[in-house]
């Protein structure tokens, strides 16, 4: 089975002024592109191996009969594939408020403010490229943290609600140096809360 690059449900201009559409376009059509590309490449070396969908591959890394370079290749090519398929999804130019994830994370956090707060002080300070999560525990309880690279919650056993990229072609065009500001205007596309 070969992956295919998903369609964004927006145009690539659609979450301007927050994040423009030529980073859009080069986001999607080439960095994800690429990563597909590269992850499809190692997997065909694996016609054997049984997964129902790359997110399974990433659940199961560890335990992957594969070489060791090549489940490196999975690591990074299957997480920049995944996370970036994640990352269009919970992006939009309106809203659609999940009530219950609300819920959830005044419980789990104490407040929405408290939330954001924690959240875009991680995502600001991570250092160099990666991704700041917002997701479930084996237990269901919400949690925050930030991962290197193309590395996934799904690989130590967490399920991702959503994510910001913090790789500097997400932002670079728009925001040269300017992170802070990136990560501030992303809440706006957010659609979740």
Known sequence: MKFELPQLDYSYDALEPFIDAKTMEIHHSKHHQTYLEKFNA????????NYNSAEDILKNLETLPVAEADRVVIKNMGGGFVNHSLFWKIMAPKKEIDAGLIKDIEKDFGSMIDFKAL????????????WTWLVRDAEGKLAVYSLQNQDSPLSIGHEPVFVIDLWEHAYYLKYQNRRAEYI???WNVLKLI
């Open 42 to 49: 190692v997997l065909e070396k694996y016609p054997d191996l």
């Open 119 to 130: 959240f875009t002080k991680l995502a600001t300070a991570h250092f160099g490229s990666g």
């Open 184 to 186: 501030e205007n992303w």
